[in-house]
């Protein structure tokens, strides 16, 4: 699959299968990568990624998306 450049909001969920978005319309996506600041689960967040997968992201960078 074609590597896919994302700038992707959601809440920072921790599931069985790891890290992962979830869209405000529910879509859940996993996070490959782990180095995510543990303080940002279940708050929204920005997310500057790649899309890996079906549902795969490796992210690059995240922020609070209230600050």
């Given amino acids: ?3 896919l450049r994302r700038r992707i909001a959601g809440q920072l969920d921790h599931g069985p ?3 992962a ?6 879509d859940r996506r996993v996070i490959e990568n ?4 543990p303080d940002l ?17 490796k992210v690059e960078w ?6």
């Fill in 17 to 19: 299968r790891g890290l």
């Fill in 62 to 67: 995240t922020g609070d998306a209230h600050n």
């Fill in 34 to 37: 782990e180095a995510i600041e």
């Fill in 21 to 26: 978005i979830v869209s405000g319309a529910g």
């Fill in 41 to 57: 689960i279940g708050r929204i967040i920005v997310a500057e990624c790649f899309v890996v997968g079906l549902d795969r992201l």
């Fill in 1 to 3: 699959m074609n590597k």
